[in-house]
């Protein structure tokens, strides 16, 4: 059973900057895309960005993400990172990363989070001065 554990969440200033890392236990990531979501008080879940088992394959929530955020691994197996710049008030959430079974070593990335089978419980992103 794969779990997700989500850190590097905290407060930050606007204009900063924060990598969250998304690291896997019971599994290992060539095996799974994974995405980032986020959710705001009050708000929807909504998706951030996605990387694909082979983390040769990304995509974002839309150009003004991909404007700020990276996400990222270092190597098949993972964890998988989120860089995180020119924070904005609005950037506060609760992120969570999320993994689907893929073919290991593949291309493709998902941006619905029904597609996903696992979840992390989720770490607090603060953007304030």
């Known amino acids: 059973q794969l779990q997700l554990v989500e850190s590097g969440g905290g407060l930050v200033q606007p204009g900063g900057s924060l990598t969250l890392s998304c690291a896997a236990s019971g599994s290992t990531f060539e095996h799974y895309a994974i995405g980032w979501f986020r959710q705001a008080p009050g708000k929807k879940r909504e998706v951030v960005a996605s990387?694909?088992?082979?983390?040769?394959?990304?995509?974002y929530a839309d150009s003004a993400v991909k404007a700020r955020f990276k996400i990222f691994k270092d190597n098949f197996k993972g964890p998988v990172y989120l860089q995180m710049n020119s924070l904005k008030p609005e950037d506060t959430a609760v992120y969570y990363c999320?993994?689907?079974?893929?073919?290991?070593?593949?291309?493709?990335?998902?941006?619905?989070?029904?597609?996903?089978?696992?979840w992390g419980q989720g770490t607090q992103v603060t953007v304030s001065s």
């Open positions: 999320a993994a689907k079974e893929s073919v290991p070593y593949g291309y493709m990335w998902y941006l619905l989070a029904e597609e996903y089978d696992y």
């Open positions: 990387i694909s088992s082979s983390g040769t394959s990304t995509n």
